[in-house]
């Protein structure tokens, strides 16, 4: 499993997500979070989408973000569970 958190390296709200999520590691299930500052990404369109909206946190980049802000704890045990 993998996640995707778009962060700020200055957004505490973004590093509650990560810590929240980390916390949601189930005993014997790894998963690896990207974290991807958006204001050090080469990808200018990253800002521009998600400039007011993080932290934002996917676990497929195909499907709806699980959350942004705070992290949902019932849409990642969700995932977690599939």
Known sequence: MK???YSRSYCHLCQDMLD???RL???GQTFTVDVIDI???DDPALLAKYD???PV???DLAQPELCHYFL???QVQKVLKT
């Open 3 to 5: 996640f995707t958190l």
């Open 20 to 22: 929240a999520l980390m």
């Open 25 to 27: 590691q189930p005993p």
């Open 39 to 41: 204001d050090q990404s």
């Open 52 to 54: 007011e909206l993080v």
């Open 57 to 59: 946190l996917f676990a």
């Open 72 to 74: 949902d704890e019932a």
